[in-house]
Structures are given as structure tokens and as C-alpha cells.
């Protein structure tokens, strides 16, 4: 499968794997080297992570993988995000809050690539808008980042357009992501500019709950059914899984999206990569952009 370039030392797969979820599965090491093995002979190589996910054990869980089999590093991309401090956290913070001063975002980046058992991160991400962005100090600290080869590439996720762009103002290197959450029953980035600041700057974001969070086939919520309903009749029309008609919903936009798959089954995987593949009309794109009711035309 032809990997997309997202600048001159970063190559990632057009499906990425999600590993939020990943301490929930409850897998061994050798479960989990097994599953990433099954996504790479798939095509699917690039692995999204986060320093809080499983609350703050998901990282070294990935360290354990690699440590059982250092074999993968060099065969998969890693992109982990920073910015974030939890209550949980050792450090017993009294409120969760965002920090992206320099020597959070410096120390998480290192943190993270000695938990991973890793030399470096493929793509290094800010995770949420902080409302105390210094974009300047920031800007300054991921270039340094870059230079010194701690990681291959930075990025943003949930940024709207004019935070991205004060950010990327101050930096020498190219954002080359905004990790924005999309589906059929959220539409925040249609609606905020950003599909088309994104298109704008040729920036491909990462798509994260493609399903919403599984909602999308599982709530009871009137929104829910009303897309599912849509999807379910557009899937049997092409004879395909449903899962794989959001998938090739996302797919196409003209932003080029990347979607993160957060399912831990390896046929879930495989409906996500179906949509690559599956040409869906201009009409029923519409039908399921307006389907849950959410977004009306203007
Ligand atoms: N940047 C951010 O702020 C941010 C925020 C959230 C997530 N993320 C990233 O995005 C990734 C994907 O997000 P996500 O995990 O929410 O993605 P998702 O693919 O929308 O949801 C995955 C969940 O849906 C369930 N699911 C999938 N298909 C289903 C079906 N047909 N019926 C019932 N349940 C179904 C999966 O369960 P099974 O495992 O049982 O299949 C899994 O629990 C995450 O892993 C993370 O890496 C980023």
C-alpha cells in the first residue's frame, strides 16, 4: 500500500492505528507484538499514542512491545502527542490543565521516547488548544526538537485555523498535521474553517473517532441512529461493511484525510481499509453529511 509523505523524512500509512484504547484490551506483550505485526502486513504502519493515554501506561506498554521486539521500530511509525496534564498524574496536580511551555513539552517529548524504548518519534504532536499557548516559545521549542533529532516531524491536534497559524507563524519547520476529531455526527471542522485552512496550507489532518468512539453503531441517541440508519442503507447498496462507508466518507473530502482506526480488531481494521477503496457518490456523501440532523446545508 503507497504510504502518504507527509514531509521529506516522514512517510505514514493512509490508515492509522489508534492505541488509546490499547490497556483496556488487556493483551500480553506477546498479543500485542502480534496484533501490530497483523496491521503491518496489512499496510497499516503508523501507530498513534499519547503520553496520558491508559493513563499514562500506554506508552510503556508500546516500550514493553518494542523491548520484546525491536525488530518493529523500524518498521512502523510512531506519533505521540504531549500537552495535556492529568490529576492523575504522579505528580498530583490540583486541576488538569494544558502546559505547553518549554519544559513540559521537552521533558514529555523526551519522557516519551525512553518509555517507548524508542530513539526518536516519528511525529511529535501538541495535543489540545492551551489557552496559554506562547506561540512564539513554542514555535521555537518544536523547531529545537526537530533540529536535534529527537523527532522527525510536529504537528497539532484540535487546533482550530487561527491557532494553527499563529503557531506555524513563529516556526521554521512545517506543521504537518492537525489531529481533528471527524464523523458522521461531528462536524465542528467543517464548520470552524478548518477543512478548508487545511486544504489552504496543503496541511492532511489525522481524523480521530472515525466512528465516533463506536457510538455511531452502538448509542441509542437520536443522532446516532438517524446516521446509522443512512450508513446501513449506503453499505448494503455497495455491498460493503458499514464501518467501511465511514471510512470512504472521510476518505472523500478533498482535505485528504488520514483516519486513526481505534478498534482493536484486526477485521475492524480491515473494514477500515475496504474504504479506500470504495467510490461513493457525490449525493450520498451528502446523505450522510446531512443524515444525523447535525449539519444542515447553508
Ligand atoms: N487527538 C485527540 O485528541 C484524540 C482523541 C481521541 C482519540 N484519538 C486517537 O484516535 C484513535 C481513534 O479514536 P477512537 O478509538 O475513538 O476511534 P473509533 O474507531 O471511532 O472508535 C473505536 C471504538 O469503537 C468500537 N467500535 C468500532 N466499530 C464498532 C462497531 N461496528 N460496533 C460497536 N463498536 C465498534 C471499537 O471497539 P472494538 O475495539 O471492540 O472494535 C472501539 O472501542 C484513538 O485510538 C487515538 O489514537 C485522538
Redesign the pocket.
Known sequence: MEKIKLNENVLVSPIVQ????LTDWNWTIAETVEFIEQCIALGVTTF??AEIYGNYACEERVGEVLRAAPHLRDRIEIVA?TGINMMSDKRAYTIGHYDTRKHKVVKSCQDSIRKMNCDYLDVFLI??EDPLIDHRELGKTLDELVDAGWVKAVGV??FDPMKFDALQSHMKHKLITN?I?C?PICFEHFNNGNMDYLQKMNVRPMI???????RL??SNEEKNMKARKKIDEIARRHGVES?SIVFAWLLYHPVKAIP??????IR?LQHALAGLTIALTHEEWYEIYTASGQQRLR
Do not use: M
Not at 260 to 265: E, P, R
Open positions: 489508534g492505541l488509546w484504547r498513534d499514542t502527542k495535543h489540545r491536534s484540535n489531529q476529531e464523523s480521530w473517532s472515525p466512528l465516533a468512539g463506536g453503531f452502538t464501518e486513526i482506526s481505534g478498534s482493536g480488531k475492524r
